[in-house]
């Protein structure tokens, strides 16, 4: 049996029109990291956090999956092998694009997190225009996202996929933010051939076995096929 782990980031919806984070009018450009992307940053100001997401998610509904999202959603259905595909993206395009298995490691934007019972609810307007948990009452909703300090979610499960895999392809990321950064070279420690498809060299380009450069609409697709 055929082990593949596939890691996407921004770039592979790119091409969907939302934007990427690194790039130069990229979604740092116009939001400081610090205030929205940090659990103290949403602590100093909870009203700025909450807009950030509610544009994201504006724009995510708004945005369609494009051909290297249902690219992969078709390998899922077609491979007979092992597949894990582990997103960093919060977007719902892997999903929309035919895929039933996504692990989105630093969470999904379509879903709030109770801090004071520790259940997930669907970000639905209704919630926003009263941030209220369905659950417990409290008001005390936050974006279930992972920001910079906090453990991205199901670790074990990927550090165990990438321990068995034969294969590591990385889309549409810029390796710029650990631990995904490093997956590479977990997966080339236990002997994965590691593919790298991305617009650009990204920062741990040289840890790959093979670099293909484009739009993931044309990569994706064509190593697929
Ligand atoms: C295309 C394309 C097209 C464009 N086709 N390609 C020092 C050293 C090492 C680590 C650290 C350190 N200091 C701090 C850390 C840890 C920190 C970190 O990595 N910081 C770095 C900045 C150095 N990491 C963390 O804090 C993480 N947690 C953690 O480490 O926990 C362990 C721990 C916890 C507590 C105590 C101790 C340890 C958490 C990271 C959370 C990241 N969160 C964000 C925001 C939330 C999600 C959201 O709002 O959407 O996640 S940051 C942001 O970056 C987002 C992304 O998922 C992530 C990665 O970005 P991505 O996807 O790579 O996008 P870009 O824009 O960077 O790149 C796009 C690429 O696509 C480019 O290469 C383009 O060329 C390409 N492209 N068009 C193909 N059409
Ligand atoms: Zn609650």
């Keep these: 049996m ?3 782990v596939i890691l996407t980031g921004a770039g592979i919806s790119a091409e969907s029109g939302l934007k ?7 979604l740092w450009e116009n939001h400081p990291v610090e205030q929205v992307a940090t659990p103290e940053g949403f602590a100093r100001d909870p ?37 894990l595909l582990v997103t960093q993206n919060i977007d719902d395009l892997h999903e929309r ?16 997190w109770c801090l004071s019972c520790d259940t997930r609810h669907s970000w639905s307007t209704t919630l926003r225009d009263s941030p209220q948990c369905p659950s417990c009452g409290d008001a005390a909703l936050r974006p279930d996202i992972v920001w910079f300090g906090e453990m991205p979610y199901q670790m074990d499960r990927i550090f165990d ?14 390796g710029a933010v650990y631990p995904a950064a490093g997956f590479v070279q977990q997966a080339s420690a236990n002997g994965a051939r590691t593919l790298e498809l991305n617009l650009e060299r990204s920062a741990g380009s040289h840890l790959f076995d093979e670099t293909r450069l484009g ?11």
């Design 97 to 112: 694009g035919g895929a039933t298995q996504t692990l989105h490691m630093h969470g999904e934007a379509l879903s709030a």
């Design 20 to 26: 990427t984070f690194r790039a130069e009018d990229g």
């Design 215 to 225: 739009p993931a609409s044309e990569l994706v697709p064509t190593w697929v096929d």
């Design 47 to 83: 009203d700025l956090v909450q807009r950030f997401y509610d544009e994201r998610r504006a724009q995510i509904r708004a945005a369609a999956p494009n051909a290297a999202h249902k690219a992969l959603g078709r390998l899922e259905r077609e491979f007979d092998g092992n597949l």
């Design 161 to 174: 996929a990438l321990s068995r895999a034969d294969l590591f392809v990385s889309i549409g990321t810029s």
């Design 2 to 4: 055929v082990n593949i």
